[in-house]
């Protein structure tokens, strides 16, 4: 074991002072493959933190949101609906909830404006979510009016400003007390948008949604459990065609990895006729290839993943945040939390590192079948 | 579904492993055919130079099916949260039929490969290459069967819907339902417990056997391959039956995939790479053993056979010290005494 290792050594030794003997050429594969590295990585690391944040966003919201559906669209829910669900057992709470859209033409931006079910604010006043406080520099005790959907101004106080850490679900949210909305919307009175209920057991969760829909033929139970799976795989469906637009460039980097290989410098051959005159063997001389590859690969990945790190976690991810994220007009600025996954993290290095392989095999093995008399000859 | 990062690189990995075995397959058929070391023709010479390309690329290839086992339960588990119904890998690999098909087909892969891989190595290291005929054609054999799992995992990643409500370990590892490891789930605690110990200690036993007379005795070899699979076998029956519960904490979850969970610290890998790496050792002991007679691999297949059983001991004994401690450390009472 120890010579095996002792010969490792050695092997690793002598690559390492070879590919420094070639600096300029092995420095230019060594950057591209960085590059490619790190845009896979960023994508990776990107998508994977958004889809953390997205969960646990939804960790808080409701297990089970019921619209009422008519001629297959959302319909406000009428007044005795919610009497007439009933008590279904393991819900712990039925509320129906308030909210709609309303298109500002100053930002051109559609707000969120909701009925919170706790601490609402006073008639007259409301909170708004920081990406609007941005747009239009509100801030707190300021007023503004809004032109409702039937004419009339009204103007609110801007009682407060939502905290910057809830932005991502925040930030175009516009707070109200129930009044105040009904009154803008000119909404029918015990009318309400949809409703929320909360189930404490997870795997009762689909029973309850079986029971609504046979007691409301006309209702829509919508589960948290699903919107969060839609968005999982809304967000690897998004991951996985950058990658499939980028495995382009990774065909490109496996041609460019191939020529580079097989486009042996004469002092190149000169060396390995060299080694195997003084007893290499064809198996030595694939092994320290190997050694090359592998040290070139390794340190390749390392660079680049951590370059992909510091952009997503440190710059936002600026160059792939307009594929990835989606957009808006008042769209959420938001720090993603680290997470490195190890799926992640195998799946990338099968991307880079097989492809690298694969496409420097052939090469190397006719670098080291070489004979050294006929190398040394010409 | 199939544009999932982790499918995509598995289906690359397949592709390739396929790839490979197509282009030299050609090769394998002229080798057995024309195949003669005391030649010194022109033929001789460039199948004899084209060995070393062709067992570094299934080296790689084969090397990379090693790997991919691990990315697909590690993905199954992942994807778990994008089906109704599926709580773990489990969950993943019943949304359709052929799912758990598919994790077979890679596991045998697994072992396959990893015997033609320790096959490979003795021959390459014997001066006249005496297994070189025996080798391709052990590849040819090999190659449909890599083959056929690259299709099942394609028609299964094809297959993936999300809508589908699939059942979970929760039905699947009951101790009532009619199925294989359903049965192994219903053993009793302590028959599987003895069962569990008694093979892994005599696998070990068997190694240790073997490596102190030098990787020399045949019958040691063999029955160490034997042990080994059985081993293999009963651990995992012993995994379902009670190593589970004590984990789990819980008297009636059998699931041998929920281990593998972040909720479980991952520990499920703890115990299955070292048993893994066990088993294929102990039947590559075995498997290269028939060759120790040819006069240039006598040294090499003792020596070799040798190390192999050290691996084998060493990973049995990890996976029994790793699940003794999961028992150890769990606070359960399954055994009243």
């Given amino acids: 074991m120890k010579l095996w290792l002792a010969k490792q050594r050695y092997l690793i030794d002598f690559t390492l002072a070879s590919l420094a003997r070639r600096k300029a050429r092995n420095l230019g594969l060594l950057f591209v493959y960085i590059v490619l590295v790190f845009m896979l990585a960023s994508v990776t690391l990107y998508t994977h933190a958004l889809r953390q944040e997205a969960a646990r966003v939804l960790a808080a919201s409701p297990e089970v949101i019921l619209q009422r559906m008519v001629a297959g669209r959302h319909d406000l829910i009428p007044p005795g609906y919610q009497e007439r669900i009933g008590r279904i057992r393991g819900v712990q709470k039925v509320e129906g909830r308030l909210w709609g859209y309303y298109y500002d033409a100053v930002t051109k931006a559609n707000y969120t404006f909701m009925v919170p079910a706790e601490n609402a604010p006073a008639a007259g006043e409301i909170i708004v979510g920081p990406a609007l406080e941005r747009a239009r520099g509100l801030a707190k005790n300021n007023g503004i009016s809004f032109r409702s959907y039937s004419g009339k101004l009204h103007t609110f106080i801007v009682a407060e400003v939502l905290p910057q850490a809830s932005e991502l679900v925040s930030a175009d949210l516009v707070l109200m007390s129930e009044a105040s909305f009904r009154a803008f919307f000119d909404y029918p009175a015990g009318h309400y948008t949809d409703i929320a209920l909360s189930v404490a057991n997870p795997l009762e969760v689909r029973n309850v949604a079986v029971k609504l829909a046979a007691a409301l033929p006309d209702a829509r139970p919508i589960l948290r459990d699903e919107v969060l799976r839609t968005y999982a795989s809304i967000f690897d469906w998004r991951e996985g065609i950058v990658l499939a637009l980028l495995s382009a460039a990774i065909l490109a980097f496996g041609i460019l990895a191939w020529e580079k290989a097989s486009g042996l410098s004469a002092e190149e051959k000169r060396e390995i006729g060299i080694l195997k005159a003084i007893g290499w063997e064809t198996g030595d001389v694939i092994k320290m290839k190997f050694w090359e590859g592998l040290l070139i690969s390794l340190t390749a990945f390392l660079i680049g993943f951590v370059a992909a790190y510091v952009h997503v976690f440190h710059f936002s991810a600026s160059l792939f945040e307009p594929v990835l994220k989606g957009w808006a007009v008042l769209y959420p600025r938001f720090q993603l939390t680290p997470h490195i996954d190890g799926v992640q993290v195998a799946t990338l290095f099968f991307f880079t590192v097989v492809p690298y392989a694969a496409a420097v095999l052939v090469p190397i093995w006719k670098a080291a079948i070489t004979d050294p008399d006929s190398v040394m000859r010409s | 579904m199939i544009f999932q990062p982790a499918i995509i690189a598995l289906l690359l990995a397949s592709a390739l492993c396929v790839l490979a075995l197509a282009a030299s397959a050609p090769f394998a058929v002229e080798v057995i055919r024309r195949w003669d070391i005391k030649s010194g023709s022109e033929r001789q010479l460039q199948l004899e130079r084209r060995t070393y390309l062709f067992s570094t690329l299934l080296t790689f290839v084969l090397g990379l099916q090693l790997a991919a086992v691990l990315l697909f339960v590690f993905n199954a588990e992942k994807m778990s949260g994008m089906f109704v119904g599926a709580m773990c890998a489990v969950g993943t690999l019943n949304v359709n039929a052929l799912g758990f098909p598919a994790l077979n087909a890679k596991i045998a892969v697994f072992f396959l490969a990893a015997i033609w891989l320790a096959i490979n190595h ?216």
């Fill in chain 2, 122 to 337: 003795v021959d390459c290291r014997a001066r006249d290459y005496p297994l070189v005929r025996m080798k391709y054609a052990l590849l040819l054999a090999l190659a449909p069967l890599l083959a056929a799992s690259a299709w099942i995992e394609l028609q299964y990643f094809l297959g993936l819907k999300a809508d589908v409500i699939t059942s979970c370990c929760g039905s699947l590892f009951s101790e009532g339902s009619p199925t294989l490891a359903a049965e192994a789930s219903s053993l009793a605690p302590v028959p599987a417990m003895w069962l569990f110990y008694g093979s892994l200690g005599a696998a070990i036993a068997l190694a240790a056997w073997h490596g102190h007379g030098g990787g020399r005795s045949r019958a040691a070899a063999y029955f160490l391959a034997g042990a080994s699979a059985l081993a293999f076998a009963a651990t995992i029956a012993g995994i379902l039956s009670f190593v589970s519960l004590y984990i789990y904490e819980h008297p009636h979850h059998h699931c041998p995939f929920c281990v593998l969970k972040p909720e479980y610290g991952y520990q499920g890998y703890w115990l299955y790479v070292p048993l893994f790496g066990a088993t294929a050792a102990g039947l590559a002991a075995g498997a290269v053993q028939p060759f120790a007679r040819i006069e240039s691999l006598r040294g090499i297949v003792a020596g070799f056979s040798r190390r192999l059983a050290a691996i084998a001991a060493n990973g049995f004994a990890l996976t029994a010290a790793i699940a003794t401690a999961m028992i150890w450390q769990s606070r359960l009472i399954l055994l009243e005494h």
